[in-house]
């Protein structure tokens, strides 16, 4: 894989495949020999190994997503405390300093709302956060449960202007 992980998948394999990008992965979601075969000229994935064993294993990987309705990868792509805290750590826990290279000041994570010519970054991530708030129809003494909530911004801004009890709850050992 793309990030240094691998996956034996026999006690003795004969055919090795490299995923060298993640979005490599799109062509085993639903395996096909047509889509292995794609992945393969494109140049998406590279396969070593015996002719013979490599068209077993196309074989092998196209039967199973078409018996398995969630996809060959489901197996190894599930999701486990180690796995989610790994994976959090790698993108979030650079360092602030960072983010802050093109983040707004509340380090809001995502996309803006510019209502007007004009505004600022700070302003349009405040406005979109608000925005989400009035949605939910937020009201003084209700209670916001934020998970994944990266530097706290929605919370904050939940309890100061709108006065909900807000708690946020993150992987990251790296927020404020």
């Known amino acids: 894989m793309w990030n240094g992980r691998h996956y034996d ?3 003795d394999p004969k055919v090795t495949i490299n995923i060298p990008s993640p979005t490599a992965l799109r062509y085993f979601i639903a395996p096909d020999l047509n889509k292995l075969g794609e992945a393969y000229v494109e140049g998406h994935i590279n396969v070593t190994g015996p002719i013979e064993e490599v068209f077993k294993v196309g074989e092998g990987l196209a039967r199973a997503g078409s018996d398995n309705p969630r996809g060959v990868l489901h197996n190894f792509i599930t999701h486990t405390r ?3 805290r790994a994976a959090i750590e790698y993108h979030y826990d ?3 300093a ?3 290279l093109f983040l707004d000041p509340h380090m809001v994570y995502s996309c803006a709302y510019f209502k007007r010519d004009g505004d600022t970054l ?3 991530q405040l406005q979109k956060v608000d925005h989400i708030l009035r949605k939910l129809r937020l009201r003084p003494g209700e209670r916001l449960l934020d998970i994944g909530c990266g530097w706290g911004t929605l919370v904050m801004r939940a309890a100061q202007v ?3 009890h807000a708690t946020g709850v993150t992987l ?3 927020q404020y």
Request: aromatic share 14%; net charge negative.
């Open 9 to 11: 998948l026999s006690a």
């Open 82 to 84: 180690e796995r989610d």
């Open 94 to 96: 650079v360092s602030n």
């Open 98 to 100: 960072f983010y802050a």
């Open 122 to 124: 700070e302003q349009a």
């Open 162 to 164: 709108f006065g909900a």
């Open 172 to 174: 990251s050992q790296k």
